[in-house]
C-alpha cells in the first residue's frame, strides 16, 4: 500500500470515528466547520485576519461562518480599536458556555476512542500521532516571500536571535531590526517566512552579493519542527529565489556550533570553501553550491 493509500484510508476512518460526517458536529447542533471556528475564537478572542491565517480559510466561507456564529449570538465582530480598519471577534456570554461544552465534548470524545487501548498501545497511538500531525504541518507549512522587518519577518528572526544567544559560547548581538533590510527585498533579494496555524515557524534570506552570487542569511527553523524536513524546504525555496535574482552559485556561512544546519547544507550538497567574506564575526564555516 503506498502512503497515498495510507493517509486517505486513515482520513476515511479518522473522521468516520470523531463524528466529522455528522451534520450536528458531537451533539452541539452546528457542523465541524463552525464548532472548529468557535474554538479557535476561544475565551480571548482572535482577530479576523488571524483566523484566517490560522484556519487557512477562504474570506469569503470565513465571513459566512463568522455569519451564522453571530446569527447564533455567540460571537460579537467589530472594529478593533487599535486599528479601525481591522476586525476583532469576541465571544458572547452564551458563547462561552457554547465554547466550554465542545470543549468538554470534545475532551470526552477523545477519552472514549482511547479507552480500549492499553497503556503500551496508547503511548504507541501517542508517538504515531505525535509523528504523523509534525510531518503534515510540515508539508503544508506555507513559505512566503516578505518584507523583512515585517511582523512575521520580525516574530522569527527574534526566535532566531534569542537561540543563536543561547548556543553561542559568547552570545550574540544581532544588528539593528532595519539594518541591511533594503538588501533582502526586490530587485536585490528576498526574505522567506513558513508559516503555521499564523505562526512563523522558519525564515531565511537570500541577497545578490556580485552579479552571479547569491548569499543565504539567517535561515532558521524552529526547534519543535526539526527532523521534518521543514529546513531542507526553506533551503530549496531560497535558492529558487537565488536563480530568479539570476544568481548562478549560492554561499552562506555558519558556525560550527550549529551542527545540525552544517549536516544539513553538506547533504544539500553545498562544499565547504575558503571564507569568502570578513562581515560575519561569528562565522567560522562558508559553504557554496553552484545552482543549476
Known sequence: MSTVDTIRRFNRSYTQRIGVLEESFLGTGRPLGASRLL?????????????????DLDSGYLTRLLARLADDGLIEVRPDPADRRRRTVALTA??????????????????????????????RLDEALGTADLLIRAATVHLRVVDPVSGAATTALREYYAELDRRFPGGFVPDPPDRGADRFRAPEGAFVVATSDGVSVACGGVRRIDESTGEIKRMWVASAWRGAGLGARLLRRLEDEARRLGCARAVLDTNRV???????YGRAGYREIEPYSQDNPYADAFFEKALG
Open 39 to 55: 474554538f479557535e475564537v476561544g475565551p480571548d478572542g482572535a482577530a479576523v485576519r488571524e483566523l484566517r491565517e490560522r484556519l
Open 94 to 123: 452564551v458563547g462561552q458556555n457554547a465554547y466550554r461544552e465542545l470543549d468538554d465534548r470534545s475532551e470526552r470524545k477523545a477519552r472514549g476512542l482511547l479507552e480500549p487501548l492499553t497503556e503500551r498501545q496508547r503511548a
Open 258 to 264: 550549529l551542527a545540525e544546519a552544517v549536516a544539513m
